[in-house]
């Protein structure tokens, strides 16, 4: 007997965006498009292999209908394997700092393609820094000092984001076996400056290896649009002999900050900036 395949398509899913609240990242935000998964025949028959989500998007402007999503200048397909009917969360890369406009078609095995699914839009929140050096210029042995004055905020109205680790690559000819350790304090009191007062203390002392420290919070620190300040701090130790002349200084180590909840957008060296797009 002669078999023809059902070339009924998939029906329309029924999108919901949203900021994503779960991926680590120090450069682009994160939008999770969720929905539940359609049938191979409109709403039941699962899904085989060779199945897709055709998932389009875009900066300029609500994709609420087939020729805006098929000119939409973002695409990316994703595995629709699955079962009809389960929930279904897709994380989709975006610039932080605006609002992205989103839409999807499912394309079964046989090349059969769902209606569009309804139009969504989301924010990606935006975490800015602004980082200043603050060292001082006359360093003794075991003496604590801050280095970098790091701030912190997100932009959008009631935006929020959760700060987690900060990287920090030390420069000079001071050798890591001269620095005892490094860590990250909260500017508390809030008065912009360093001193033996600020006793929030964020992340456990840690040692430079290969002139690199990662600063991780033993809790994350919730970031609004009200600018935080933290210190990148370092103890020298008692016991080594400086030479003469001997220099030092901090900086971030590349995209040095982490966050979640967030994109993330600073610049770490003058002249360099780190605008989360390769």
């Known amino acids: ?32 498009l969720s929905f539940n998964a359609p049938g191979e025949n409109g709403a039941v028959g699962d ?5 897709v989500y055709d998932v389009r998007w875009s900066s300029h402007g609500t994709l609420d209908t087939v020729a805006k999503y098929a000119a939409a200048p973002n695409a990316q397909t994703y595995s629709a394997v699955g079962t009809a009917g389960a929930a279904v969360t897709i994380k989709v890369a975006v610039d932080p700092g605006k609002t992205w406009h989103f839409a999807l078609t ?10 569009l699914s309804n139009a969504v839009s ?13 060292a001082s210029l006359n360093l003794l042995q075991g003496q604590t000092t801050a280095f970098l004055k790091v701030q912190l905020w997100t932009e959008g109205a009631a935006t929020t984001a959760e ?3 900060l990287k920090v690559r030390k420069f000079g000819t ?20 360093f001193t033996a007062g600020d006793v929030s203390q964020l992340t456990s002392p840690t040692v430079f290896v290969s002139s690199a420290a990662t600063l991780t919070l033993s809790a994350a620190d919730t970031l609004t649009t009200s600018t935080k300040t933290y210190f990148v701090v370092a103890t020298l130790r008692s016991n080594f002999l400086p030479v003469a ?19 993330y957008e600073g610049v770490d060296f003058p002249a360099s900036k780190f605008d989360g797009v390769d």
Do not use: C
């Open 1 to 32: 007997a002669q078999q023809t395949a059902d070339l009924t398509p998939p029906s329309a899913a029924a999108l919901s965006a949203a900021q994503d609240a779960v991926v680590e990242t120090s450069s682009v935000a994160w939008v999770s």
């Open 47 to 51: 899904l085989q292999s060779g199945a």
């Open 106 to 115: 499912t394309r079964d095995q046989y090349g059969a393609r769902s209606g």
């Open 122 to 134: 989301a924010f990606a929140r935006h975490v800015r820094e602004k980082v200043t050096d603050v």
């Open 163 to 165: 700060f987690l680790k």
């Open 174 to 193: 001071l050798p890591d076996f001269a620095v005892s350790n490094v860590a990250l304090f909260e500017d508390n009191p809030a008065d912009g400056v």
């Open 245 to 263: 002349g001997a220099s030092m200084s901090l900086r971030l180590d590349g995209e040095g900050v982490t966050v979640r909840g967030a994109g």
